[in-house]
């Protein structure tokens, strides 16, 4: 397969999940954290999540206490939640769309690279109208978009 078509595909699939995760963004982590607050929706003690787990109490008392200062690890994270009868989920939640992020990057790029261009034509006296150099800019955004996207990752 072609691997345009693989990375749009995967590109798509990639926004259509983190459009389904947006929503989990605007209900932030209970102040106490997602354990405790399993733990006393099922009416469970920190014991008996122990017992479960095959630990101490203070065990438990000491992952709540790392979530909270979000020290904890994904792996405990994990038996945690199968210990309580529940899934653990672990995503990253683009802030816009993936087509926003790449648009807004190759924006940078090619501006830092007309800036010295630009430069170059003022001293010379060939400078561009404002006019023509938005469209340039549109021009060569559009064209980097096109192309291999890690050349975007190249100017920070």
């Known amino acids: ?25 605007e209900k932030p982590r209970p102040k106490n954290g997602w354990i405790k607050v399993m733990r ?25 206490k790392r979530e909270r200062e979000e020290t904890i690890s994904l792996k405990s994270l994990q038996h945690l939640a199968k210990a309580l009868n529940c899934r653990f989920v672990y995503a990253f939640v683009p802030e816009k769309t993936i087509d926003e992020i790449l648009e807004t990057q190759a924006k940078k790029v090619i501006k830092a690279q007309m800036k010295s261009i ?22 060569l955004v559009q064209e980097l978009l096109q192309g291999n996207h890690k050349k975007l990752w190249e100017i920070l």
């Not at 397969?1 to 963004?25: C, D, P, V, W």
């Not at 060939?126 to 021009?139: I, S, W």
């Open 1 to 25: 397969m072609n691997h345009k078509f693989l990375q749009r595909a995967m590109k798509e699939q990639i926004q259509n999940y983190s459009n389904l995760l947006i929503g989990a963004l």
């Open 40 to 64: 006393s929706v099922l009416g469970m003690s920190s014991y008996q999540l122990a017992a479960r787990m095959n630990c101490k109490q203070s065990n438990i008392i000491s992952f709540e």
């Open 118 to 139: 630009e430069h170059s034509m003022d001293l010379e006296q060939q400078g561009l109208t404002p006019e023509q150099k938005k469209q340039n800019e549109t021009m």
